[in-house]
Structure formats: C-alpha cells, structure tokens
C-alpha cells in the first residue's frame, strides 16, 4: 500500500541534452556517463516525491565520483576476502548464456561452477548489507508491483538457505541485517506462541511477565507484519531452523557479543517454545502438532499443484523434520548456557530432562530416513519425488546426522538416492548441501550440473520458476561443503571434492567453526599447502581423509 516515486537522472563529462526524437537522452562527446537513480516512498514522509528529487539534484560528478569509489572499496573488503579456483577450462570467454547452454550439452566447464559460486556472494553482498532489510526471496532484484510470492521472507527454508553462504564463505557481517529484522519482529510473534500452545492443548501458557524471549514463526513473513504460528503445511521446526542460523553465526566467529545480544535470546525463546510444544509419548517427547513443510497427503507425482483431486497437507505428531530441529535448538541451548554461565536459567533445565528424547532420526523398511513415524517403506506418505528433503534437515543444515553416526548418514544417503536428483532450483542446491555433507562429491557434482543445465537463467539467477534467490545462495554453501567442512568438530578438507575437481584447485579464505580462515590448494585430489589463520587464538584440528594433515598456522588479518 506504500506510494512511491523515482527519478533518473544523466551526468557526463561531456554535452548532454534532450532528445526530442527518443523522448531520451543525448550524451556526446563523453567519456564518462551516469545515470543515477533516486527514488522514495511515504514509508516515513508523506512528502517523498520531493525527498526523492532533491537527493537527486544534490548529486554532481564530483560526489557520484568519491561516491564510487567508497561503493567499490566497501564491496572489494568483502568480496576479496575469498577466492576459488576449480581449474581454467576454454569456455571463460564465453558470456554466461553460451557457456550455460553449452555446460547442458555436457561441456566441461568447471570455472563455470566457480563462477556460480562467486555469483552468489555478489549476490549476497549487494542484497543484505548494514541498514538494509535482509535478502528476500529475489533478494533485491524485484520489477514488478505484485511480485512472486510477494517478495516476502519464507521461513520454511528459503530465507534461512539464503543466508547459508554468509559465515562460511567470509560474508559474517551480512547476516547483521537478518539479525536485526529477526530481533524487530519477535516479539511481536509472543502472541503466536500463546495462541498455538492454547489451540493445540499445550502448555503451560505463560503468564504476563513470564517467558520474556518465547517466540515462534511460521512460514510467511514480511517487513510489515508476521503472518501467524506454525500450521498448516509446516510444524514448529520452522523456528529451529532459523535459529540455527544464529547458532552457526557464534560457531564461526566466537563473537561473545553477538551471543549474548542476538544469538542467546533466539535460541532460548525458541527453547521455551519447544518445551510447551512437545508430549512425551511412549517414553519420548513428540511435537504434538506436526508437518512436513509442503507434503500432501496421496500421491501427487514429481510436480506441486495446489488444491488438485482435493489434497491437502498432511500433518501428524512428532515428523522428522519437527523433531530433528527441535533437538538441534535444544543442544545449541545447553552449549551456550554453558559458555554464558546460564545452567541455572528455568528453560535450560527444562531441555535437559527432554533433550535425550526427542527421537529425531528413525529409519525405516527400505532403509531410508522416516519423513512420518507413522512410515514403514518410503513413500508410503506424500510425494515421491518432493522438491523438499525435510526429514534430512538434521544433516543440514543441521549437525545431528554426521559420520560420528554412520548408521544415520547411511540412511541419510539412501533417502536422496530415492527422493531423486530432479527438483526445482533451490531444491536441488539443498541436495547438493545434503550431498557434500554426506561426502558424495560426484552426486553433489551431478546435481551442480542439474542446477545449471535446467534450473539456470541465461544471467545465471536461479530458476524457481519464476527466479529465487535462494537457489543461487544455496548452490554457493553447498560448494563451500564439498571443499570445507567443520561441522564434526574438526576442520575437514576436501570432503566431497568431485572426481571432476581432482587434478587442481584451490580455495582462500573459507571459515571453519572456532574462528578460523582457511586456505588450501590441491592437486589429484590431495591438499599440498594448507594454511590456517585462527581468529581467537584457537589451536586448530586440521583433517584430511579423516587423518591429521600438515598445515601453516598465521596470525589472524
């Protein structure tokens, strides 16, 4: 309901004038134009057209110059934090459109992945920066007055996927816009939490004064307004999810403030959710409303239709998902009152009588991973071939399923094996995640080549369809996994590096948990010089194949 405006305005060094044929702009003899563009909307002022205009006019060539070059400055400090080479292949000259249609074909391309993976930083640089809104789902590419799903914040995984490149490939500081949009709206979602627990028969329902942190969110959020609680085709996990996001931000960077100020009162309040949410069933404490985000009850095949043969969302007690997440915000809460000295705080004792039975990984028949407890052989329930792989979120991006638990992560594999390697953008980059993390390079490979070859515009935004950002953010975090992972406790290099990344490569500055900054060249597949730079004066695990490797410790930037 904003109005808004937005002026154009051209400056050149040369002679510019109007166009009376165009209706346009002329420059001549030039040999530096801008175009600058300033635009307001009555959010704060009921005057912004002027607002807008007078910006404009204030901008001359001198300002715009100095303007540039601090623009530049801010985005290289970020941005050349990291580098990565996958080897040069014959195709770089290409524009982006040729070498993605060629890269269908079957070309060998891999500084085209690179690209891709450098694509997503950019992207994330320019669309969630200090003072702004966080990325939505176009991030803040949207031209259009009724975009794609409103252009909102989905927390059923897409907003939380589009942050999942920010700590590991050195991009911390763009997560400060997420984490300020997270602390303006929570608190307005307490009366979320009272209306679910009341409408599902849970409790105790916290009384005025009490539970100042407790929380939820379901799936739709804007800069306006929170939609509700979890219901409908998402349980309560939606909220660990999120809150993993902000236990991952202290894991990679040790900042003692961000704890304190951002990361203890999500991940507590989502605690004090939890503990209401769950019934102990049978010797285990269940999410007593359940669903697995998007799944419908039959069997409606390979695509998403809404309302088709009248199926709708199936919902149950204690799924995968719920109670994968569940136990993940849990364990997150009892290490940091640990570290905060909190062991004393009410709902830190209430996670410790729950946390050994939240149950979260069962496997079933066909040696899968139970989406449904309900479930005996896959599939049984819902979609085959679902776009979502919500019952391996305790893979990733959770920690629960690694190979510290070999029975879980076989299991893990299975279900990809069966839910497929075809699906929608940002569908495929959770598998390529998934994939890493289960140490299949070549499938994670596979599935790089399935993002780019189907689900790739020719500027290489990701394709929804229509376009998601979250698709090109995801594919970024997952090619960081196959090449660095620090999620086991251990600094691991080179866990699921393709067969077609083998014979040369190399990475600088990716970031591990503990604070540290890595940089590793390889070749035939074997790290050959490994340098690790420790932010907060950590001693370093550094693991190659599961065995310690040599490497050169520096100080810290």
């Not at 991973?369 to 005996?376: A, G, M, P, T």
């Amino acid at each position: 309901g904003m109005n808004y405006c937005a002026y154009a305005k051209v400056i050149s060094d040369g002679k510019t004038e109007a166009s009376e044929e165009t209706s346009g702009i002329r420059v001549r003899d030039a040999g530096n134009v801008w175009i600058v563009i300033s635009s307001a909307t009555d959010y704060f002022k009921k005057d912004y057209d002027r607002t807008a205009i007078a910006l404009l006019n204030a901008m001359d060539m001198k300002k715009l110059k100095h303007s540039h070059r601090n623009s530049v400055a801010a985005h290289q400090e970020l941005y050349l934090r990291n580098t990565l080479s996958l080897g040069t292949d014959i195709q770089t000259a290409a524009t982006t459109d040729k070498r993605v249609s060629e890269y269908a074909k079957g070309a060998r391309d891999n500084s085209l992945a690179a690209l891709y993976y450098n694509y997503g930083r950019y992207l994330l640089i320019a669309s969630s920066r200090d003072g702004s809104l966080p990325a939505n789902l176009q991030g803040i590419w949207n031209a259009k007055n009724n975009p794609p799903w409103s252009c909102d914040y989905h927390f059923n995984i897409n907003v939380q996927m589009n942050y999942w490149p920010a700590f590991n490939t050195n991009l911390a500081e763009c997560f400060l816009p997420y984490a300020e949009f997270n602390a303006a709206f929570r608190p307005s979602t307490r009366i979320f939490a009272i209306e679910y627990l009341k409408r599902h028969n849970l409790g105790p329902i916290p009384e005025e004064g009490e539970a100042e942190n407790i929380w939820c969110v379901g799936t739709g959020v804007y800069p306006y307004m929170v939609c509700g609680g979890p219901g409908g085709h998402s349980g309560p996990g939606t909220g660990a999810l999120t809150t993993k996001l902000f236990a991952d931000w202290y894991d990679f960077t040790l900042d003692r403030g961000a704890l304190e100020k951002y990361v203890w009162p999500v991940v507590q309040g989502m605690s004090d959710f939890f503990t209401r949410c769950v019934v102990e069933t049978n010797g285990v404490y269940l999410s007593k409303f359940s669903a697995s985000p998007e799944q419908m009850e039959g069997q409606l095949e390979d695509k998403f239709r809404w309302g088709v043969d009248k199926a709708r969302y199936y919902t149950t007690v204690g799924c995968a998902f719920d109670q994968q997440m569940i136990c993940e915000n849990g364990r997150d809460l009892l290490r940091f009152a640990d570290i905060l000295g909190r062991g004393n705080d009410p709902v830190v004792k209430k996670v410790r009588t729950q946390i050994d039975k939240y149950d979260p990984v069962q496997i079933g028949a066909d040696g899968q991973v139970k989406e449904f407890r309900e479930e005996n052989k896959y599939a049984e329930i819902g979609q085959r071939h679902h776009r979502h792989i919500s019952q391996l979120v305790g893979l990733m991006p959770g920690t629960i399923i690694t190979p510290a638990t070999p029975e879980w992560l076989a299991a893990a594999r299975r279900t990809l094996d069966l839910r497929g390697d075809q699906s929608t953008g940002w569908a495929l980059a959770h598998r390529i995640c998934a994939r890493a993390r289960a140490g299949d390079g070549n499938r994670a490979h596979k599935l790089i080549g399935n993002l780019i070859s189907t689900r790739t515009y020719d500027n290489l935004w990701d394709s929804h369809p229509p376009f998601q950002i979250d698709g090109n953010f995801g594919a970024t975090a997952g090619i960081t996994e196959m090449l660095l992972q620090s999620h086991s406790g251990y600094i691991d290099l080179l866990p699921a590096l393709p067969d077609a990344w083998r014979k040369k490569g190399s990475f600088h500055g990716l970031c591990a948990r503990g604070a540290f900054e890595v940089d590793c060249s390889w070749e035939d597949g074997v790290p050959k010089r490994v340098v690790v730079r420790s932010l907060k004066g950590r001693t370093p695990d550094v693991r190659f194949r599961g065995k310690a490797v040599a490497f050169t410790l520096e100080a810290s930037r």
